[in-house]
């Protein structure tokens, strides 16, 4: 027996009951096509071309921006409220990804030859419509093996299903304050992180200096020059011979800190040995240093082990925070790849590391800094949180409110 097609999302707002009707996208939307212009038609300023490039995360962003003269123009102009959408590109991710435009970026604007405008009476729950799961489908399977193009004629025949006008507009509005809410709290968080960089720059001494330009009160001593040798140590290695004894971390990239996983089951004790390492040690990657592999190893990780490839260090006479916070600056870690020595991959041996310089406040200094860094993650942390809540909220709905 065939499946019975559903007729309602599981889903709704209180007061509709009417079956959903399944439609070609082409009758219920209005395309148009973008234009296709030479380099020599482009000018300082003139009719704004939307392109590819200028899309990102359902949004416009004001990047590259490529503008045509006037008079060449022979293709519909945007209006507020079109979608743009992506219909060809070299690369096959990128096709049919889009965005609403809550205002015109400039006047006047067009589409570019690989991109197409849609217009409706709610491009609201259009927008949310192109943001499910069955568009992606749609997408990949108008896209063939190897052609990385949509046609227009392929998107207004694909099908989906649409609910009379007033319960469109509802999901429409409701999918737009979503979105408006997650690209607040997007800005948000770039606008966060973008204030711990810069005061980084500031809470710790520039090159060659023995003073940052920002101090707590009470605080006016130079700080020392040392090395970290002056405050690490190579630990005695604890190698492990049971295999069932076994439990790997792994060090991410980035600053993203460890993972914890016992995955012994694809392991075998062979060539490459594998060390016991304890809370508070300092964790780095030798191939990765300078790319963000540091951390501290954290309560739950002790006793877990790495390879001798992510060694890791003893902290004494230094406030362990302090220390990490210094050395998983960008700017200090990114230049230490020159450091890295031998063939093929590079690595940055503990002899090596113990020889980079960092400049040391007083023990009570250090914990002032540490202390607010912490706090200021945190609040970070927090933010970034609410935001990944907010996104699988949206998940859910439309996996929820379309079928």
């Given at each position: 027996?065939?499946?019975?097609?559903?007729?309602?999302?599981?889903?709704?707002?209180?007061?509709?009951t009417n079956d959903w009707e399944q439609q070609e996208l082409g009758a219920v939307v209005e395309f148009?096509?973008?234009?296709?212009?030479?380099?020599?038609?482009?000018?300082?300023?003139?009719?704004?071309?939307?392109?590819?490039?200028?899309?990102?995360?359902?949004?416009?962003?004001?990047?590259?921006?490529?503008?045509?003269?006037?008079?060449?123009?022979?293709?519909?102009?945007?209006?507020?409220?079109?979608?743009?959408?992506?219909?060809?590109?070299?690369?096959?991710?990128?096709?049919?990804?889009?965005?609403?435009?809550?205002?015109?970026?400039h006047d006047p604007s067009v589409i570019g030859a690989f991109m197409t405008g849609i217009r409706s009476?709610?491009?609201?729950?259009?927008?949310?419509?192109?943001?499910?799961?069955?568009?992606?489908?749609?997408?990949?399977?108008?896209?063939?093996?190897?052609?990385?193009?949509?046609?227009?004629?392929?998107?207004?025949?694909?099908?989906?299903?649409?609910?009379?006008?007033?319960?469109?507009?509802?999901?429409?509005?409701?999918?737009?304050?979503?979105?408006?809410?997650?690209?607040?709290?997007?800005?948000?968080?770039?606008?966060?992180?973008?204030?711990?960089?810069?005061?980084?720059?500031?809470?710790?001494?520039?090159?060659?200096?023995?003073?940052?330009?920002?101090?707590?009160?009470?605080?006016?001593?130079?700080?020392?020059?040392?090395?970290?040798?002056?405050?690490?140590?190579?630990?005695?290695?604890?190698?492990?011979?049971?295999?069932?004894?076994?439990?790997?971390?792994?060090?991410?990239?980035?600053?993203?800190?460890?993972?914890?996983?016992?995955?012994?089951?694809?392991?075998?004790?062979?060539?490459?040995?594998?060390?016991?390492?304890?809370?508070?040690?300092?964790?780095?990657?030798?191939?990765?240093?300078?790319?963000?592999?540091?951390?501290?190893?954290?309560?739950?990780?002790?006793?877990?082990?790495?390879?001798?490839?992510?060694?890791?260090?003893?902290?004494?006479?230094?406030?362990?925070?302090?220390?990490?916070?210094?050395?998983?600056?960008?700017?200090?870690?990114?230049?230490?790849?020159?450091?890295?020595?031998?063939?093929?991959?590079?690595?940055?041996?503990?002899?090596?590391?113990?020889?980079?310089?960092?400049?040391?406040?007083?023990?009570?200094?250090?914990?002032?800094?540490?202390?607010?860094?912490?706090?200021?993650?945190?609040?970070?942390?927090?933010?970034?949180?609410?935001?990944?809540?907010?996104?699988?909220?949206?998940?859910?709905?439309?996996?929820?409110?379309?079928?």
């Open positions: 027996m065939a499946k019975e097609e559903k007729k309602a999302p599981k889903l709704r707002f209180n007061g509709y148009y096509s973008g234009l296709t212009y030479k380099p020599e038609n482009v000018v300082q300023n003139g009719t704004l071309v939307i392109r590819s490039s200028n899309i990102h995360n359902n949004q416009y962003i004001n990047a590259d921006n490529v503008y045509v003269k006037n008079n060449i123009v022979n293709s519909e102009y945007v209006q507020e409220q079109d979608i743009v959408v992506v219909v060809r590109n070299g690369s096959r991710n990128l096709i049919g990804k889009h965005a609403l435009l809550k205002s015109i970026p009476l709610n491009n609201q729950f259009i927008e949310a419509v192109l943001n499910t799961e069955k568009f992606k489908r749609e997408i990949n399977k108008n896209l063939g093996a190897t052609i990385n193009q949509i046609t227009t004629s392929q998107f207004k025949k694909m099908k989906f299903n649409f609910p009379k006008r007033e319960e469109d507009k509802q999901i429409g509005i409701l999918f737009n304050y979503l979105d408006d809410t997650i690209q607040l709290h997007e800005r948000k968080c770039e606008e966060l992180i973008l204030i711990k960089k810069a005061l980084l720059q500031k809470l710790f001494p520039k090159k060659d200096k023995v003073r940052p330009e920002v101090r707590y009160k009470n605080f006016s001593d130079a700080w020392k020059q040392r090395k970290l040798g002056d405050y690490l140590s190579i630990p005695a290695k604890e190698p492990i011979t049971d295999i069932n004894k076994l439990k790997l971390m792994t060090l991410k990239l980035n600053l993203e800190g460890i993972t914890l996983a016992a995955n012994r089951e694809t392991l075998k004790l062979g060539s490459t040995k594998y060390y016991k390492r304890h809370e508070g040690q300092l964790l780095y990657g030798k191939q990765n240093f300078f790319h963000g592999s540091i951390a501290l190893i954290p309560k739950e990780a002790e006793g877990y082990a790495t390879s001798g490839d992510v060694p890791a260090l003893n902290i004494s006479n230094i406030n362990s925070k302090y220390l990490v916070d210094y050395i998983s600056r960008p700017i200090y870690f990114e230049t230490k790849e020159a450091l890295a020595t031998g063939t093929g991959s590079k690595r940055i041996h503990e002899k090596t590391l113990l020889n980079f310089k960092i400049a040391v406040p007083s023990l009570e200094e250090q914990s002032e800094i540490s202390d607010f860094i912490a706090k200021y993650t945190a609040l970070i942390a927090l933010h970034q949180s609410k935001l990944e809540k907010l996104k699988k909220m949206k998940k859910f709905l439309l996996q929820n409110m379309f079928i």
